[in-house]
């Protein structure tokens, strides 16, 4: 009897601990997650080829003289066209803006939600698509990294890839062969995470040319310094930025798991970010001082604003938004443009896509959702003119600031 009764007695102590662990969740829902055993097929998101093929259909299919399809590059190993996507053009009053997505190889979710709402703005004839064409001029580059977007094998599963692949030749550029290559570059071609970090690559300067302006004092650099445009993904959307002249500039990437704030464990869908280099970081070049000013952070702030706000509506699936945290990255696309007068948005949508990554393709179906969601209202809130109603006091007040990142309960 004593026996059972201390082995009766250990079970229901074991249970109740193990009861007390699984509630301790780490967010609100805990999950979903990728089970140990889950595969996740990549090629359920559209490499190069889809791409193209798409965009083709939708040009074919599109309304007399609403879109232009142009190839503004090529990716530094495979030589995969960069296309840009554009309605409207670049002289003209109305506001600009240039929406790039898939600057890192396995950050998909914009490449998709793009695609959805150039289909809508190519074909669709609904009164609201017409109030934007006619008020807003708006260019894409839907994937700027295909090379990066390959899917390839690993040990552990498929992969795509941060980097672009790139080789590090300085002979290429008309520099010593011993030329250190800049910080942002990985060798290790044995895991195929080799190249550039393309969002590193660019510098406030737009005129930058590596062959005649790098120097021994620029190399290699570091984090909170400009880059030096030496991937052909960086100038190709440094083209379009120069030929568009855009009002915002909105650059979609992927996060890994986070909750809301330090006092919001909701699990986090959405991190955004209206400034991404501080108002004193003042960058020379040629005797011209680039920042950001305080006009084109006002609306930075509004935009942001405007997104969380739609996110919020009815009974959203979308609504644990909180803003990314601080950053004084002047080498990156968001960082060089906004010091050259653009307001911006970052999105940082939950969800890597990699042997690591955390979310299936349900989950990444939301995730494309919502992107689509806040693109689509960022284009009415400037063809309506709302966007210029809010508070840009709203975005340092209102939006949960912190979003401390968890990890997978199952690891």
Do not use: C
Request: charged letters at 20%; proline letters at 7%.
């Amino acid at each position: 009897m004593k026996k059972g009764f201390s082995l009766l007695l250990t079970l229901v102590l074991v249970m109740s601990m193990s009861i007390s662990v699984f509630a301790e969740a780490q967010s609100k829902p805990n999950g979903p997650w990728i089970q140990p055993n889950q595969t996740v097929k990549l090629e359920s998101w559209a490499s190069p080829e889809d791409l193209e093929k798409a965009l083709f259909q939708i040009n074919d299919r599109a309304r007399e003289g609403r879109m232009e399809l142009e190839v503004v590059g090529h990716s530094a190993t495979y030589e995969y066209p960069i296309y840009a996507v554009k309605f409207g053009e670049a002289d003209t009053d109305n506001p600009k803006i240039f929406i790039q997505t898939q600057i890192h190889g396995d950050e998909q979710a914009g490449t998709e939600a793009s695609l959805d709402l150039i289909q809508q703005l190519a074909m669709s004839n609904h009164p609201d698509i017409r109030e934007i064409l006619d008020n807003v001029t708006v260019w894409f580059i839907p994937m700027l990294n295909p090379d990066g977007a390959v899917v390839f094998e690993t040990p552990q599963g498929q992969s795509k890839q941060r980097q672009n692949l790139q080789t590090w030749d300085p002979e290429e550029f008309g520099l010593a062969e011993d030329t250190p290559a800049p910080w942002y570059y990985r060798p290790d071609s044995v895991s195929r995470e080799m190249g550039f970090d393309v969002n590193r690559d660019f510098h406030p300067a737009l005129e930058f040319d590596i062959s005649t302006d790098y120097t021994a004092g620029l190399t290699p650099g570091r984090s909170t310094a400009p880059g030096f445009y030496v991937t052909p993904e960086a100038r190709a959307s440094r083209a379009v930025f120069e030929e568009l002249q855009p009002d915002l500039f909105i650059d979609h990437h992927h996060r890994y798991s986070n909750v809301v704030s330090e006092d919001d464990d909701r699990l986090n869908t959405l991190q955004v970010i209206a400034q991404v280099v501080r108002q004193d970081n003042v960058v020379e070049h040629n005797g011209v001082e680039y920042r950001v000013d305080d006009e084109s952070l006002a609306l930075s702030k509004q935009v942001n604003s405007l997104v969380y706000q739609e996110l919020q509506k009815g009974n959203s699936p979308f609504g644990a938004v909180s803003r990314y945290p601080d950053v004084n990255l002047p080498g990156t696309a968001l960082g060089s443009y906004s010091m050259n007068g653009a307001a911006i948005m970052l999105y940082e949508t939950r969800g890597q896509q990699h042997p690591g990554g955390h979310t299936g393709q349900k989950a990444n179906g939301q995730y494309i959702k919502q992107s689509y969601i806040g693109l689509y209202e960022t284009l009415r809130g400037f063809a309506t003119g709302d966007v210029y109603e809010i508070d840009p006091a709203f975005y340092d007040e209102e939006i949960p600031y912190g979003s401390p990142r968890i990890g997978r309960p199952n690891n």
